[in-house]
């Protein structure tokens, strides 16, 4: 029972992690530009994509990572260049809009390129060594990718919360996120610090990307969606805007995720005798092993109702008034 | 140094300034006064930057900044510190100094000036760990003028510092503006108090409805009937 | 006065029938199979435009219940045979029920399913829209794309009455040019009178700035909840149309390139603008079919995507509100022409 819970836990980190990585890159450009940048999922499905062809050729780890970290901050700022910046200060919807677009043409860029490149449209990913695999710490197991996300997650965030605090250029992110006008009376230049925010974002996203498929094991060009939608959740329950906020928000789905798999069909797998029938009965009709296939829907509906009570999210403030 | 001729700002359809002319000459310490959605936010916003003029034109030290983008002629020496003080309310007393002195490249130099706007404002420097937004509106008000002071202006536009403070503060932040004169701070104010605005002042343009009324001397525009009229409470004479 | 303004209007329906009776003559399925296809997207955009263009509140969540609506006609209409075989878990009130009532050639049935299935959608939308519509900006649109989402997972899980993810087949092909005219008539008709009515005024006013409206004394919650259940009546008809058109469908049609088909068509056309849809539409079927055949021919499948969505980014970037922007093509106009400057003398 203990090491199911322990692994539980390990697995809610490992997934926070990740989450948090995806949706601090959606507030940061959220905070500055208030779009919501729906193709920032599509970057991580490049990313995966970059390190595929990149290990597939037999390219080392060390060098994979660069390779797949430059080509989608590369990727990013074209298309903040390209598509978001013509339509800055457009209606929101016209620039959520916009990044649907945007992802669209990802996705099926990325798909043209495979068939291009005679590769099937579902590809295995190949798992790097030193990713793969588990660790053992007594009778526990645990998968090392999940592991390597969860520190991953951990020391990435610890760099961007040094950088948004010591450095002129972090603090000037954080002023154009509060109030984008009086930054710019401090001299700011607004496209450097947007670019910069897409590029620490799509940086993030790769990271993210390469522990997702190596966790999946294969990747398509729609991998991105879920993600996406997942880290905007995340967002949103922390505070959307808000580093902090997305960090949390990340742990918080990440957790609240794994609980609802967890707990489902918790009935079955309890060991005879720790508790009685009744009580058995009841967690079997209740939280039924199905439960865990209705997860996604679990937390849509956390953040509608997140969405419905506290807009601003845990961490957020009320601002502009234009999130409501 | 600064020189605004025929300028015309739009929002949309609506010409919210039309054909204003403008000077401001080194050191002077000159105030903008009218009555309210006269214009005198918008006009300042396109000196900085923020707004573009649609016609006219504006210079600053003999260069053309009608286009120029907001960072440029933050660069040049021109501060802003806007109206409603809008410091950035999650950050520190101590960021929000540092964000006004962003764009500068010497370090050395920036803190002596941190030094130096401590020693004009001695309550922000208890309060440099604290987030902006929980200060008082009167430290605010220090705040964003320190804050605009840190980046070295050579011209400060200062919208409306005494919005909304009490009386003793009000007093306060005009000794400061008084004292940043004294020291050879080119300022142009913008006002709603024109008592204390015309008594600290050199020179003062006075706006209505988006158009330039009257300008002169601060002194001879003191006892101008109309300004009376308008601004310092029907006919009352101020000794 | 009022019959010529009708006139436009009904030489364009008139002019559409001949059209319908043609092509039906032809026996050219593809052409027919298009053109249905057409139909039921203009009754997509047009509803979409209701619940969204009007208002401003953008709905990501048309497609989940036009998927609501695919499956529930689809369940009603389906012989008892299939039922048996297919759908052994259904609960007994629902195996049963087989809608093939036909009154001469017409299948009645077929409409009673697709009102049952509008009515029913209309039934879930109001509670969800009762709650969704406080929110605004991109804010309702995440959550209505989570409705969406939402939608998908439960006819994955909901087996008993969906298979899953396995094909729902044997569906009869009860759409054919006439009924999805018909529906495509009935929509257009009853958007533009909404939009001519009062509660038109108000969706189009509001949208425009919410705060000020609310001072005015316009309601805001109201006309909103209405376009909002009435689109997703028009949603669900689309959905019972396309379930009877195509015959098999699975619950991964109803997602995102859907959802994201029918807003490039709304924006193309213009939000606010009904005939603007219908021109939306038609370019961007059109379109599409021309794309899909230089795919086929290329090989180089994703292409007719990629354009579609650039084209898109150019429309949003260059002229946001798209081709007809909030104006109509003034059919009702259109023999009126000589008696115009008589109309403007005071
Ligand atoms: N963002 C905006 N959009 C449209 N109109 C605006 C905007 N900002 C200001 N205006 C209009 O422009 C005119 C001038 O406004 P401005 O803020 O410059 O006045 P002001 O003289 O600073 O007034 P106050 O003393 O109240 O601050 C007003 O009529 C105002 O309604
Ligand atoms: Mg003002």
New binding site residues.
């Given amino acids: 029972m203990i090491e199911y819970v322990v692994q539980q836990v390990v697995n809610a980190l490992a997934a926070g992690s990740l989450y948090a990585l995806m949706a601090v890159g959606l507030a940061m450009v959220f905070g500055i530009l208030r779009l919501i940048n729906f193709a920032h999922g599509d970057l991580m499905m490049i990313a995966a994509y970059v390190a595929a062809f990149g290990l597939g050729a037999g390219l080392a780890l060390e060098l994979t990572i660069p390779l797949m970290v430059g080509g989608t901050v590369l990727v990013g700022l074209l298309m903040e260049r390209v598509a978001y910046r013509p339509i800055r200060g457009a209606p929101d919807v016209a620039t959520l809009l916009s990044s649907f677009a945007v992802g669209q043409i990802l996705q099926n860029g990325t798909l043209l390129t495979t068939r291009l490149a005679g590769q099937p449209t579902l590809i295995a990913f190949p798992a790097p060594a030193g990713l793969g695999g588990v660790a053992a710490v007594g009778p526990i197991t645990v998968p090392l990718v999940n592991i390597v996300s969860f520190v991953a997650g951990i020391v990435l965030l610890g760099m961007l919360t040094v950088f948004v605090t010591r450095t002129n250029l972090g603090l000037s992110m954080r002023a154009a996120a509060e109030d984008l006008s009086a930054a710019q009376l401090m001299g700011i230049k607004v496209n450097r610090v947007v670019a910069t925010a897409f590029a620490i974002g799509s940086a993030l996203a790769a990271t993210a990307g390469l522990l997702f498929a190596v966790q999946a094991g294969q990747i398509n060009p729609y991998i991105g969606f879920t993600p996406v939608l997942k880290a905007f959740i995340a967002a949103v329950i922390g505070g959307f805007g808000s580093i902090a906020g997305a960090v949390l928000g990340g742990y918080i789905l990440g957790a609240l995720e794994v609980f609802v798999t967890a707990v489902a069909g918790i009935g079955d797998i309890l060991p005879p005798g720790s508790v009685s029938p009744e009580v058995r009965a009841f967690l079997q009709q209740w939280l039924p092993s199905a439960l865990a296939s209705y997860r996604d829907a679990i937390v849509f509906l956390f953040l509608i109702l997140v969405l419905l009570v506290r807009p601003q999210g845990i961490l957020g403030q009320r601002d502009r008034g234009d999130s409501l | 140094m600064l020189e605004l001729t025929g300028v015309e700002i739009r929002?949309?359809n609506?010409r919210?300034?039309r054909d204003v002319s403008l000077t401001v000459g080194q050191g002077e310490l000159i105030t903008l006064i009218?009555?309210?959605?006269?214009?005198?936010?918008?006009?300042l916003?396109s000196i900085s930057g923020l707004l573009r003029a649609s016609a006219g034109r504006i210079m600053f030290e003999g260069e053309d900044i009608t286009r120029a983008p907001t960072d440029r002629i933050v660069a040049m020496g021109i501060s802003h510190c806007p109206?409603g003080r809008r410091i950035f309310g999650s950050l520190t007393v101590g960021e929000n100094l540092r964000l006004g002195a962003v764009t500068r490249a010497d370090r050395r130099a920036v803190a002596k000036d941190l030094g130096e706007v401590l020693e004009i404002f001695p309550v922000l420097e208890q309060r440099l760990g604290q987030a902006g937004g929980t200060l008082s509106g009167g430290e605010q008000q220090m705040l964003a003028i320190g804050r605009a002071l840190m980046s070295r202006p050579r011209l400060l536009l200062l919208?409306?510092p005494s919005l909304g403070l009490a009386p003793l503060m009000v007093e306060r932040i005009f000794a400061t503006i008084a004292e940043l004169k004294r020291q050879g701070l080119t300022i142009l104010l913008?006002e709603?108090n024109v008592h204390h605005a015309l008594d600290v002042a050199d020179r003062a343009y006075v706006?209505e409805t988006?158009r330039m009324s009257l300008e002169g001397p601060a002194h001879v525009l003191r006892r101008d009937p109309r300004v009376e009229q308008a601004y310092l409470g029907g006919g009352e004479v101020r000794a | 006065m009022a019959a010529r303004r009708a006139a436009g209007p009904a030489m364009a329906v008139g002019l559409s029938a001949l059209a319908f009776a043609l092509l039906d003559a032809s026996g050219q399925a593809f052409w027919q199979g298009l053109v249905i296809n057409l139909l039921i997207f203009i009754i997509l955009t047009v509803s979409l435009n209701l619940t969204s263009g009007f208002t401003g509140v953008f709905s990501l969540g048309q497609i989940g219940f036009m998927a609501l609506g695919a499956y529930a006609s689809a369940i009603l209409t389906l012989p008892l045979r299939e039922k048996a075989a297919f759908l052994p878990d259904l609960p007994s009130w629902l195996a049963g029920v087989h809608l093939d009532w036909s009154v001469g050639p017409l299948p009645v049935g077929f409409l009673v399913a697709t009102l049952i299935a509008g009515g029913l959608v209309s039934v879930i939308a109001w509670p969800v829209g009762r709650v969704l519509m406080r929110l605004s900006g991109h804010f309702v649109a995440v959550a209505t794309l989570g409705f969406l989402v939402i939608v998908r997972v439960i006819l994955f899980n909901a087996d008993g009455f969906t298979r899953g993810s396995r094909t729902f087949s044997n569906v009869t092909q009860y759409t054919n040019l006439w009924w999805a005219g018909l529906w495509a008539l009935v929509v257009v008709y009853v958007v533009w009178r909404i939009k001519r009515s009062t509660y038109g005024r108000e969706m189009l006013a509001q949208r425009e700035d919410r705060v000020a409206a609310q001072a005015i004394g316009i309601r805001v919650m109201e006309p909103r909840l209405l376009a909002f259940v009435v689109g997703a009546f028009f949603a669900g008809v689309a959905g019972s149309l396309y379930a009877h058109f195509i015959t098999s469908f699975s619950p991964t049609v109803f997602y995102f390139d859907l959802t994201f088909r029918v807003i490039t068509m709304l924006v193309v056309g213009g939000m606010g603008s009904v005939s603007g849809s219908i021109v939306g539409a038609v370019a961007i079927v059109a379109l599409g079919e021309a794309l899909r055949r230089v795919e086929d021919a290329t090989l180089l499948y994703g292409l007719s995507s990629i354009v579609l969505a650039a084209m898109f980014l150019v429309v949003i970037t260059v002229r946001r509100g798209g081709l007809l922007g909030e104006r109509e093509i003034p059919l009702d106009r259109l023999f009126l022409r000589r008696d115009r400057t008589a109309d403007q003398s005071p």
């Fill in positions: 929002y949309g609506i919210a300034v009218g009555s309210n959605g006269a214009g005198k936010t918008t006009t916003r109206e919208d409306e913008v709603q706006m988006g």
